[in-house]
């Protein structure tokens, strides 16, 4: 697989970010002034979030970024107890630059019990001295008030039609493909602001064909449809229940498929979801059971709902 476009083309610099100028404005004045305060970015999926914090941490510390950066994405690393540890390795390592802070990043941190956020806020006061956090969330609302009360927070908004289409064109130019202003809409249009979703089914449709149409688009969301599925699927036997409703309702409401399409395409992905035998037997046989309840008409997202609290029964081992 070549490079993914979402990465060859991350903004290096605060300057390359589109849109979400207040933000950058003063963001520099930190720069300027050699000091910041922890930061909350909260704001829709794929808006620049993670973007805005490589870069900032990029002006700071140039060459040095690896020493002074750190991004906690796993979920591996967001028990409290593997933050904890985290911070005061970090806060205890030498910085290698003049710079008398290191940056810590955290990804998605709305997804953090209210415990552990708690837990954290106390992390956050011990090492405020050698370390500033960068949280990013979906909503500010889901945050503790100890720890928004300790941030500046920046809301990212989603980007203008302007702006997206000259990140479509940007990167035309730079790849050898074309792309006719019919496909730039309803590309705009099936992504709803989400900048990465849009240049990965840019990137998707590209390797279908060179000359973009309303069409290779079309067929290139139902090709990443299936890549979504398989993290519904993930998402179920996590038992994150929010999501999986959310993103059932969006597949069925939102984006008009039917209950039978969603049943073929999750038929589809189990082949491709880690299972033990005997597992799998048991999950084909209840997806042949919703389908026979689909087939008697009755109301379908609440079987698909079945369905997915069966994956969360089955758990995530396997
Ligand atoms: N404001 C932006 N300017 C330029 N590119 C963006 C912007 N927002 C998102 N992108 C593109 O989308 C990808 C994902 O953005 P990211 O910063 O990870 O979003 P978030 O952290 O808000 O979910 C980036 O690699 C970049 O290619
Ligand atoms: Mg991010």
Not at 96 to 102: D, R
Not at 235 to 259: M, N, P, S
Request: include cysteine; glycine fraction near 6%; hydrophobic fraction near 40%.
């Amino acid at each position: 697989m070549d490079e993914l476009w979402t990465e060859k083309y991350r903004p290096n610099t605060l300057d390359d970010i589109l849109g979400q100028e207040e933000i950058i404005e003063k963001l520099k004045v930190y720069i300027d002034k050699g000091s910041m305060p922890h930061l909350l970015f909260s704001g829709d999926p794929g808006v620049g979030k993670t973007s805005t914090a490589l870069a900032l941490a990029n002006e700071i510390y140039g060459d040095d970024k690896k020493a002074n950066f750190v991004e906690l994405t796993e979920s591996k690393e967001r028990g409290i107890n593997a933050i904890r540890g985290t911070v005061k390795e970090e806060a205890r390592s030498k910085t290698l630059t003049e710079k008398n802070f290191k940056i810590i990043y955290m990804d998605q941190a709305d997804d953090l019990t209210e415990a552990a956020q708690s837990a954290f806020r106390r992390t956050m006061e011990n090492f405020s001295e050698n370390v500033r956090f960068i949280l990013s969330c979906s909503s500010s609302s889901k945050i503790i008030d100890p720890i928004q009360s300790r941030c500046a927070t920046f809301r990212f908004r989603p980007l203008s039609k302007e702006m997206v289409k000259r990140w479509i064109r940007m990167i035309e130019d730079q790849e050898e493909f074309q792309i006719d202003e019919n496909a730039v809409n309803i590309l705009i249009r099936v992504s709803k602001g989400d900048m990465r979703k849009l240049t990965n089914l840019l990137q998707v449709a590209n390797s279908m064909d060179p000359v973009i149409t309303e069409n290779i688009i079309k067929n290139a969301v139902k090709k990443t449809k299936t890549a979504d599925i398989k993290g519904l699927i993930l998402k179920a036997r996590k038992r994150k229940f929010g999501d999986v409703r959310e993103e059932l309702f969006d597949l069925l409401i939102e984006e008009g498929y039917t209950a039978e399409e969603v049943l073929k395409m999750v038929n589809q992905e189990v082949h491709n979801i880690p299972l033990s035998k005997d597992k799998r037997k048991e999950v084909i046989s209840e997806i042949g059971k919703v389908d026979f309840d689909l087939a008697r008409g009755s109301r379908g997202e609440i079987h698909l709902q079945k369905l997915l609290a069966f994956f969360a029964a089955l758990g995530d081992d396997h």
